[in-house]
T-cell receptor, first 114, second 110 residues
């Protein structure tokens, strides 16, 4: 079975631009979470979605938004990019997003903002 | 203070060594605990969940002390393939919000 997939794998943008990152969860998983990982740090939680509803939001500015589609895939949008948004963006899926469930991560999208 | 704190790395050990990673968490409401492994420029992958009774998976042993809010991971008979960054992770409930430590890098040398 396919794991979590993300696209694109790499992206280069300039300050002020907007970016959309995509994620497809493992088949049968209904919850998707997004994380940002800057170099040398652990991933930081951005959003969680379950059944198309936002279940949680991390400490990120309103420039960050996300949504989940009926097929449980998800998009993360970042507006007005800043240099500090350069990071690895990880998507994770789980069956229902419950606290005890394992989250499976995709390979990530590497975003570089110039 | 970060919610999940780990030993600063890197740890450089010879093959066959035993290495221990320590982690503390500050939120007593934390409900589930994990160790993830992350290879260079790859995604994190679950190594093992951590239970109050302690659990073992081959060469790996994880312990949780809720009273001290302390989590540990012991790797015995280190292999070259164990070289990676080890991430201590907690979930304090309310859904799927994982809180990661900064990670500890392990390098196993021949």
């Amino acid at each position: 079975d396919a794991g979590v997939t993300q696209s694109p794998t790499h992206l280069i943008k300039t300050r002020g631009q907007q970016v959309t990152l995509r994620c497809s969860p493992i088949s049968g998983h209904k919850s998707v979470s997004w994380y940002q990982q800057v170099l040398g740090q652990g991933p930081q939680f951005i959003f969680q979605y379950y059944e198309k509803e936002e279940r949680g939001r991390g400490n990120f500015p309103d420039r960050f938004s996300a949504r989940q589609f009926p097929n449980y895939s998800s998009e993360l949008n970042v507006n007005a990019l800043l240099l500090g948004d350069s990071a690895l963006y990880l998507c994770a899926s789980s069956f229902q997003g419950q606290v005890q469930e394992t989250q499976y991560f995709g390979p990530g999208t590497r975003l570089l903002v110039l | 203070r970060k919610e999940v704190e780990q030993d600063p790395g890197p740890f450089n050990v010879p093959e066959g060594a035993t290495v221990a990673f320590n982690c503390t968490y500050s939120n007593s409401a934390s409900q589930s605990f994990f160790w993830y492994r992350q290879d260079c420029r790859k995604e994190p992958k679950l190594l093992m969940s951590v239970y109050s009774s302690g659990n073992e998976d081959g060469r790996f042993t994880a312990q949780l002390n809720r009273a001290s809010q302390y989590i540990s991971l012991l790797i015995r008979d280190s292999k070259l393939s164990d070289s990676a960054t080890y991430l201590c992770v907690v979930n304090r409930g309310g859904g799927g919000k994982l809180i990661f430590g900064q990670g500890t890098e392990l390098s196993v040398k021949p």
